[in-house]
Every structure is written in structure tokens, then in C-alpha cells.
């Protein structure tokens, strides 16, 4: 509200009274509320077109404003039944939270505050909110005092900023001078065969060049075998090129394989290269008592990528980079400009956070993070994650007890990956061709699946193969969910004409 000359209160589209932000207020909380009571009755993807969405919502410029009300019905009319719910207790695809509550009204709240987290003068106590909030996420990874980071958009974001640190402490100022074709000797990076394409796409754009990421192969459980690591780095080394980094994985995007962080830490300190663990799927669950031994070796790196927007069950978007020593960063992103010259001499109020990331203007996600985990406990998190592994395992368990289902990875996590197989290729070696019919059959059961709405399944392809791909990341998830999955599978099978 603002005065206009002559004292009046103005109530407008761009600055309404407080009556009119609290109307706006309650619908949209009720219509909030409303959605999480009924989410498990809603469809798990729309069955919809973008010609059909594109019909309802396309226009042209709006020259006037409308009521918020008409915007609202917009909204609860084509925008809610054209969305996949995310938070449905069987969506399993990909890797995707349910957005817990009180994050939704965290983000709400960090909108009405409109903090900008460049630095520390820009916004005092979120600058310090999100420190607290990233050294808790810091103390459920184990790792050391001292080290800390920042919230990024995601974890691709996450990944990449910490390759660009990595890449800085290796070649120093003369690449950020001269570019990639400064530095005499092409860049390596290592990692797994299964780890995520934001690895090689960060390398694209950093220069260093997608074909200069040397994907080493795994074991029978997905995970980096360190001999071939050892062995790779050697080889570039005698063959003239320059190893820098490695990447390891706490948590593969298809199976959930977790690499021995332990061992790698000692390969990449033997070899003087920057350990960067991509955590963005699995970091979290070692706040699950029975996931916590996978993660030994986990502070022993220089860069860890989570995202909240994962197993902490937040909205998108939030990602997270944590590095074992902060001040070391500093030099691949500061840039001395008139404008973010800091003139505080108290170095907690000099702190910025374009030293850590390519940044400037920043949204206040760390009150969601910081909201959400106040909020929970770390105890409550650590069970619903812990709820997750079992609800993997006992899909995996009803998977390997039947005989119309076959797992095709082991379960590392509370990711599960399988396929149906047909009553006339059971029991038997499968030729090519038949593997092929298979693949397409549980493509085409994959798709019904999707379009009959009760449970939702992704795909991945293990050693070659069409897999189906579960991922549990919701606290709403029961045992029983896995039934009704493993049921709307056979449902869609049986739709489909066999091979
Ligand atoms: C292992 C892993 N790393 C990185 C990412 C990228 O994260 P984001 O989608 O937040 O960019 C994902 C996303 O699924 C992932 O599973």
C-alpha cells in the first residue's frame, strides 16, 4: 500500500492493501492444503497434450490486468490437472521429492521478504541463516569443522561450480585470464561409467571438453573400480595428458550405486587430484542408520554436490555444494568490480557469496532448507529416509519372490530396477532378438503404466537393456504402495500383447 498526495491508500495490481494480500494469502493456503489431503487420489501424470495445454493457456499480451481470483481459477483448472504430482505416494520416477509443507511456505515467505543473498550486507541474517543451514547439512555428512559452501539452483549447478573450484586450484589464474587453450596439457577427469551426464556436461562447458572425461568402468554393482582408476590415470599420465580431478558418485542416478569413497579418496590423494563426490541422489541417506556405512571415505573430499530438492524432500529448486576448504575457492570466482567491492572490515560481514559460485543475485532457499530441517529434526528425516531403503528393498524382495518379475540391479539405495518377463521367456537364455522384443514389450508396459495413472515408473537401460526404474523419495510411500505397484505393472502387462 503507498500514499498517493492528499493521504489516500492506494489498493492496486501492483501494491494492494493487506486486506487484499491476506484474501490472496488464504486461497492460495487453503487451495495448499487441500492438494496434500488429496494427493493420493489424483492421477500420478496428467493424461493431457501440449496442443490441449497450449489451447488453454496461450494468449496474447494482456494489455489489462484481471483479478487475482480469475488467475487462481486459471490455475486450480488447467494448471494443477495438467501437472505430474510429484508428491503422489507412487510416483517413483526419476528422482523427484513430494515437497514437504513447510518448505512451500518457507519459499512463500522467502518471496515476501525478497532477500537477494549476494553477500552479507545485502541481507545480514539470511547470509547467516544460510551458513547455519549448509553447516547442518555439513554435520549429517560427517564431514570436518571448517568446511562449508553454499545453495545452488540444483545439482548440475552444484557439480559444475565445484569442477570449475577444481579445475582453478589445478591451473590457477592463467585459464581464467586466457581460457582452456591456455593451459599446455589437455585436462582429465575421472569417473564412473554410471555417473551423471552434469559431469560431462559441465566439462563441455568449462572447456575442458566432454571427451576428456574418462569414464572408468564399474563393478557387478555399479560402482568405480578403483584398480581401472589407478590404472587410467597412469595411462594419461605416460600418454602426456593431465589429470586434475576425479568424480566419484554416492548415489548413481540409474541403480543408486554408491562408489567406494574410501578407496578413491586414497587413489585421488595419492595422485594429488581433486576428490569431488556427486552426492545429489544419495548424500542425504546417510542419516539412515543402515545407509551410513556406504558413506565412509565421504569427508575425505575437497567438494561434495547434494540437493535438497531430493532425499530432504524439498521443492525444487535447491542444490548444495559443500567444499572441505572454502578459502581455497576463492580465486576461481572473484572478480574485483566497483560494485561488489566489499568495504566491511569485519571479515563475517565482508563474506560474499560470489567468492564460492558464479552467482550474483540470489534467491533465500536456505529458509526452506533451514525451515525444513528446524523443523523435522534430523531424526525424523534420518527415519523417513530409512522408510525409503525398506520400501526399495521390500519391492526388490516381492521382484526376486515372483515369477513374472526379474531385478536386473541390485539395490543399493531406494532405487529399483526391473523388468516383466513374459510366461514363454522364463527359466530360459533369451537370444538377441528376444531380449530386443523384451525390451520394447516393457517399454510399451512402461507407457500404459504412465497413461492409467495409479503408479508411475521411469526407465534406464542396464547393461544394454530396458529397465523399469522405481525411486522411493517420498515419507508417504508404504510397503502396501509396493504392492499396488508391482499390481498396476502386471495390470499394464496384461494390456500389452506379449511378444
Ligand atoms: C546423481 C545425480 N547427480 C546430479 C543430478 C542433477 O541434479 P539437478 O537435477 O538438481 O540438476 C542428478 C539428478 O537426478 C543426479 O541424480
Request: net charge negative.
Amino acid at each position: 500500500m503507498s500514499d498517493v498526495p492528499g493521504g489516500q491508500p492506494t489498493d492496486s495490481a501492483l501494491d494492494p492493501a493487506p486486506e487484499r494480500i491476506r484474501e490472496m494469502g488464504a486461497a492460495a493456503v487453503e487451495w495448499a492444503a487441500a492438494y496434500q489431503e488429496g494427493i493420493r487420489d489424483l492421477p500420478v501424470a496428467p493424461r493431457t497434450s501440449a496442443a490441449e495445454l497450449k489451447a488453454q493457456l496461450a494468449e496474447p499480451l494482456p494489455a489489462e490486468g484481471r483479478d487475482f481470483e480469475a488467475l487462481m481459477e486459471r490455475f486450480r483448472d488447467v494448471v494443477v490437472p495438467g501437472s505430474r504430482h510429484s508428491g503422489h505416494p507412487r510416483f517413483f520416477g526419476y528422482v523427484s521429492a513430494p515437497g514437504v509443507a513447510v518448505a512451500s511456505v518457507a519459499d512463500f515467505l522467502a518471496s515476501a521478504l525478497n532477500a537477494n543473498l549476494p553477500a552479507w550486507r545485502s541481507a545480514p541474517a539470511p547470509t547467516e541463516l544460510e551458513h547455519v543451514a549448509v553447516d547442518w547439512i555439513r554435520q549429517a555428512l560427517g564431514c570436518d569443522e571448517g568446511a562449508g559452501g553454499l545453495f545452488t539452483s540444483g545439482g548440475s549447478m552444484a557439480n559444475f561450480t565445484a569442477l570449475a573450484a577444481a579445475r582453478h586450484r589445478h591451473c590457477g589464474d592463467e585459464v581464467a585470464a586466457h581460457g582452456a587453450a591456455a593451459h599446455p596439457k589437455p585436462l582429465r577427469i575421472y569417473t564412473s561409467a554410471e555417473a551423471h551426464h552434469s559431469i560431462h556436461k559441465a566439462a563441455a562447458l568449462l572447456g575442458i571438453g566432454r571427451a576428456n572425461v574418462r569414464e572408468i568402468p564399474v563393478d557387478e554393482r555399479f560402482r568405480m573400480r578403483v584398480d581401472a582408476l589407478s590404472r587410467a590415470i597412469e595411462e594419461d599420465r605416460a600418454a602426456g595428458l593431465d589429470p586434475f580431478c576425479v568424480v566419484a558418485s554416492a548415489g548413481t542416478v540409474v541403480t543408486g550405486a554408491v562408489d567406494p569413497l574410501a578407496s578413491i579418496a586414497a587413489v585421488a590423494q595419492e595422485h594429488d587430484l581433486w576428490l569431488h563426490v556427486d552426492a545429489c541422489y544419495g548424500g542425504f541417506a546417510r542419516l539412515a542408520p543402515s545407509a551410513r556405512p556406504l558413506f565412509d571415505g565421504l569427508s575425505e573430499a575437497d567438494s561434495i554436490a547434494l540437493d535438497p530438492h531430493k532425499w530432504l524432500y524439498l521443492p525444487a529448486d535447491v542444490g548444495c555444494l559443500i567444499y572441505r576448504n572454502p578459502e581455497q575457492v576463492k580465486g576461481a570466482f572473484a572478480l574485483g568490480a566497483d560494485y561488489t567491492r566489499v568495504l566491511h572490515s569485519e571479515p563475517a560481514e565482508a563474506f560474499a557469496f560470489w567468492d564460492y559460485g558464479p552467482d550474483l543475485s540470489r534467491r533465500f532457499k536456505a529458509l526452506k532448507v533451514w525451515m525444513t530441517i528446524a523443523h523435522v529434526g534430523a531424526d525424523a528425516m534420518g527415519e523417513a529416509i530409512e522408510s525409503n531403503l525398506d520400501r526399495a528393498r521390500h519391492a526388490a524382495a516381492l521382484i526376486d519372490d515372483s515369477d513374472d518379475f526379474e531385478l536386473m540391479a541390485p539395490v543399493e539405495l531406494s532405487i529399483f530396477c526391473f523388468r516383466h518377463v513374459p510366461a514363454s521367456m522364463r527359466g530360459r537364455a533369451l537370444s538377441d532378438d528376444e531380449e530386443r522384443e523384451l525390451d520394447k514389450l516393457n517399454e510399451r508396459i512402461m507407457l500404459t503404466l504412465q497413461q492409467a495413472g495409479s503408479s508411475y515408473l521411469s526407465n534406464a537401460s542396464i547393461h544394454g537393456r530396458f529397465a523399469l526404474r522405481g525411486c522411493v523419495l517420498n515419507y508417504r510411500t508404504t510397503r502396501h504402495d509396493m504392492e499396488i505397484l508391482l499390481d498396476d505393472v502386471r495390470g499394464a502387462a496384461a494390456t500389452v500383447p506379449p511378444p
